[in-house]
Nanobody, 115 residues
Framework: QVQLVESGGGLVQPGGSLRLSCAAS????????MGWYRQAPGKQRELVAQ???????YYADSVKGRFTISRDNAKNTVSLQMNSLKPEDTAVYYC?????????WGQGTQVTVSS
């Protein structure tokens, strides 16, 4: 079994910053990628950022230049630093880990950007 525990969501004003963290535990050998998805009300879940085992990263166009994903292989954690937040970033953010061919999901953490 794999457990993912997320932290760091909350309410922030436009232009502000938040940092999300996700810790993986359990049967977590052979992690291929770690990342973050988000789902806003009435919308499909979308990939925000991803970091692969070799260190390469992917960002959705909507967050490039504002969000930074990082991974600590020793601690099996992945973080998402979110700067210059916009109201359209409001969503539930989910941690995602790919181990071999299986995806695992965190429980989600709410991020609300509002004045």
């Amino acid at each position: 079994q794999v457990q993912l525990v997320e932290s760091g969501g909350g309410l922030v004003q436009p232009g502000g910053s938040l940092r999300l963290s996700c810790a993986a535990s359990g049967s977590i050998s052979n992690i291929r990628s770690m990342g973050w998805y988000r789902q806003a009300p009435g919308k499909q879940r979308e990939l925000v950022a991803q970091v692969f085992s070799a260190g390469s990263t992917y960002y959705a166009d909507s967050v490039k230049g504002r969000f930074t994903i990082s991974r600590d292989n020793a601690k099996n954690t992945v973080s998402l630093q979110m700067n210059s937040l916009k109201p359209e970033d409001t969503a539930v953010y989910y941690c995602n880990v790919l181990i071999i061919l299986t995806y695992y999901w965190g429980q989600g953490t709410q991020v609300t950007v509002s004045s």
